[in-house]
C-alpha cells in the first residue's frame, strides 16, 4: 500500500493525513474483495524497515492503527472479515501488540475473508522465523524441505498469494511475502494506495487473468519457452506495469 506520503504532499498536507485517507482507501478495498469472494487479502501495512522513519512518523502510523481498529473492527466482524497478523510483535508497544492480538481474537469465527496485517513484518524475517521455529520442533537437517518450512511460515494458514499488487510507481517487492510470492503474478500500478479503489483492483484482476500460469511448465500451449507471450492479446501489458488512476 505504497503512496500514502506523496498523495498527501500533492495536496500540501502533511504525511500523516495521507496516511488516514490509505485506512479509508483499505477499508473500501476489503469490502471489494469481500464483494468478490476473494478468500484472502494480505496487506503490508508496516515493515520492518518502516521503523527508519522520523520518530512522530512512526508513533504517527501506530496511533492510526489503534484508532482504525476500533473504528471499523465491528463493521469487519460483522462482515465476516477474519483478521490475522503476520509480524514481529514481541517489538512492538504492549498497546498496540494487544490491539493487535485483540482484532485476531474477535474475529477467529468469521470465515469470509482473511485479511491478514503485515505488520512489522519483512520477507527475510518470516523466512528466519520459520527455520527457528522448524529447528525448536527438532526438525532435523535432513528432514527440513519446503512443505516442511511452508508450515512454520508466518503464513502457514493461506494459500500461496496468486496475485501481488504495489501501487505508488515503485517496481519492487521490498521485503514483502518472499517466499510466498514465488508464482505470485506481479502488478504495479502508478495509482497512488489512497486512490487505489475497487476499479483499480478489478483493472489488476483483469490483468491477472490474461496471464498464462506455467509455473515452470510449458503450459497450455506446450510450445516452450520460446513462445513466451506469443499467445497473449498484444493489449496486455508485458511488465504488469499498470498506469495511474
Ligand atoms: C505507504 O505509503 C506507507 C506505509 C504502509 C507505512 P508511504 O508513506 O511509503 O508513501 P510515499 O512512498 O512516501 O508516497
Ligand atoms: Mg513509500
Not at 471489494?32 to 503490508?44: E, H, N, P, S
Not at 518470516?126 to 516442511?148: F, H, N, P, Y
Request: one cysteine or more; aromatic letters at 8%; proline letters at 3%.
Amino acid at each position: 500500500m505504497d503512496g500514502n506520503g506523496r498523495w498527501a504532499r500533492k495536496r500540501f498536507m502533511p504525511r500523516g493525513l495521507g496516511h488516514k485517507a490509505g485506512v479509508d482507501a483499505l477499508v473500501k478495498v476489503v469490502q471489494a474483495c469481500a464483494d468478490r469472494d476473494i478468500g484472502y487479502l494480505t496487506v503490508f501495512a508496516f515493515s520492518s524497515e518502516n521503523w527508519k522513519r522520523p520518530e512522530e512518523e512512526v508513533s504517527g502510523l501506530m496511533s492510526l492503527l489503534l484508532v482504525a481498529l476500533s473504528k471499523h473492527l465491528t463493521k469487519l466482524k460483522a462482515d465476516g472479515v477474519r483478521i490475522r497478523i503476520a509480524g514481529d510483535l514481541s517489538t512492538v508497544s504492549e498497546k498496540v501488540r494487544n490491539a493487535l492480538l485483540d482484532a485476531e481474537a474477535n474475529t477467529v469465527e468469521n470465515h469470509r475473508l482473511v485479511l491478514t496485517v503485515a505488520f512489522n513484518y519483512g520477507g527475510r524475517w518470516d523466512i528466519v522465523q520459520a527455520c527457528r521455529k522448524a529447528m525448536a520442533a527438532g526438525v532435523s537437517e535432513a528432514d527440513l524441505d519446503e512443505a516442511t518450512l511452508s508450515r512454520h511460515m508466518a503464513m502457514a494458514y493461506a494459500p500461496d498469494p496468486d496475485l501481488f499488487i504495489r501501487t505508488g510507481g515503485e517496481v519492487r517487492i521490498s521485503n514483502f511475502l518472499l517466499w510466498q510470492a514465488a508464482y505470485a503474478e506481479m502488478v504495479f500500478s502508478d495509482c497512488l494506495w489512497p486512490d487505489f479503489d475497487a476499479v483499480e483492483l478489478d483493472k489488476a484482476i483483469a490483468n491477472f487473468a490474461r496471464r498464462e500460469r506455467r509455473f515452470g511448465d510449458v503450459g497450455e500451449s506446450g510450445q516452450g519457452e520460446g513462445a513466451i507471450g506469443s499467445e497473449l492479446p498484444a493489449a496486455v501489458p508485458a511488465d504488469g506495469v499498470q498506469g495511474g488512476c
